[in-house]
């Protein structure tokens, strides 16, 4: 780490002590793509609608790179509303669709980071949609085969995190329902569950996930999940998921680490 | 011709999320362990022929799978990833999107050096983009034939309600 002067030690600790809105008001005052946005700052502007805005990067990648920015600051993709951000990838499907029609390349690359780790430049949530040739040298990726127990454990983790993350939005609701806030939150509910588990008759294969997904039996796991910290209930329910569920069948729930699982892959 | 995404479909290894129209699954064959491929059940080839809302549906899934995987594997960050077209490195023809979970200096290839453009460059491909753009975007039916129409409409309909009912309650 670079050592930082007294101002920006100041500056950080500032930062440190805020509160999520502050910090986001912060962000967005300090935020080159919302200046970008509002026309402080001049760019090339190739499409323009009410919730999203498309520049040519002025770093890119290949001749024609294109940022499509959300005109609202969110920092990262988990923190757009679910229908501005299918909005927007509706949009980098057209201007993908332009770009390979026009720039006549083989192929494009929809590129999107989220934290610095993984390549984020500026704190504005950012689409590239980058214009690609065979052998550009872009993205050279290599795949590699995946240890059995890695996949059946990172399979185990991120699934029940995912559960948990669509289970928590629907406790959320249903708690909205029960002490009766009103029409709208009903309705929500009705339609996400809707978007969720279809009516017509589901895959015989997918109908276990959908119930760990959807039965209040599950929504009351984890809910007593939320209030205790005890292990042993947690194993318990584990246990129980492991049974009625093909994809949690190898006990280890816990959280796993990124580099223990990369020393393995070796 | 086989897909290696369709088949997966049929095996069911390693899925993480089966939706009526979605799949999720960790990829056996990845650029970092964790690697987590979300893709339509249906056969669309590329990018372009997938239905808004079966798109919208992989963004979805791919977004809370992305909060999941910083939580469960304690990633440090994690990218969103089409390669879409042969040009792009796409090897199964069957559209997908990767989330690939991201350690601090993992040095996986997902960086680029900045072109040094000519401004003329920069200039010539901003015109043509914008022109075809301002024209109003790319119509022509694409040659794959997409989703059965009756599958398709009732999709549309659903989601166009959802997404209109949500709009409607914003303040």
């Not at chain 1, 402080?40 to 001749?63: F, H, T, V």
Request: hydrophobic share 40%.
């Amino acid at each position: 780490m670079p050592s930082l002067s007294p101002e920006q030690q100041a500056l950080q600790e500032k930062i440190k002590n805020m509160s999520p809105e502050e910090l986001r008001e912060f962000q967005k005052q300090q935020c080159i793509f919302c200046q970008i946005i509002t026309g402080k700052i001049p760019s090339k502007k190739i499409y323009d609608d009410a919730n999203s805005l498309a520049i040519l990067d002025i770093n890119p990648a290949a001749r024609g790179h294109i940022l499509l920015l959300p005109k609202e600051h969110y920092g990262i993709l988990p923190q757009m509303p679910d229908d501005l951000l299918g909005a927007l990838f509706s949009t980098a499907k057209r201007l993908s669709q332009v770009v390979l029609k026009v720039l006549k390349v083989s192929g494009t690359t929809i590129f999107v980071a989220n934290g610095l780790a993984a390549g984020q430049k500026a704190p504005h949530v950012m689409l590239h949609i980058i214009p690609r040739k065979e052998g550009d040298g872009l993205f050279a990726l290599q795949p590699r085969l995946v240890d059995a127990g890695v996949l059946s454990q990172v399979t185990a983790a991120v699934g029940q995190k995912f559960n948990e993350v669509m289970g928590i939005k629907k406790e959320a609701l249903n708690a909205g329902v029960k002490s009766s806030v009103g029409e709208p939150v009903k309705e929500k509910l009705i339609s996400s569950s809707a978007g969720l588990v279809d009516t017509d008759a589901p895959l015989p294969a997918q109908e276990s996930v959908e119930k760990n997904l959807t039965t209040p039996k599950k929504k009351r796991r984890q809910i007593s999940r939320k209030k205790t910290s005890s292990t042993e209930s947690a194993a318990d329910e584990d246990a129980d998921n492991g049974a009625s569920s093909k994809r949690t069948t190898s006990s280890p729930t816990q959280e796993i680490s990124l580099d223990d699982i990369a020393k393995l892959f070796k | 011709m086989k897909c290696e995404l369709c088949e997966l479909i049929q095996d069911q290894r390693n899925v993480i999320c089966a939706e009526q129209d979605v799949i999720a699954a960790v990829r056996e064959t990845a650029v970092t362990p964790g690697q987590i491929i979300v893709f339509p059940r249906q056969h669309f080839t590329i990018f372009e022929i997938v239905p808004d809302p079966i798109l919208q549906k992989c963004v979805f899934i791919a977004n809370k799978i992305g909060m999941a995987v910083f939580d469960s594997l304690g990633a440090a960050g994690t990218n969103i990833l089409i390669q879409n077209g042969i040009g792009a490195g796409q090897t199964a023809p069957h559209f997908a999107l990767d989330i690939i979970p991201r350690r601090e200096n993992d040095t996986l290839p997902l960086q680029w050096k900045p072109q040094q453009l000519m401004e003329e460059e920069m200039d010539t491909a901003f015109i043509e983009l914008k022109e075809q753009i301002d024209k109003g975007f790319v119509t022509d039916t694409p040659k794959e034939i997409p989703a059965p129409k009756k599958e398709k409409i009732g999709v549309t309909e659903g989601k166009n309600n959802y997404l209109l009912k949500s709009l409607r309650r914003m303040p």
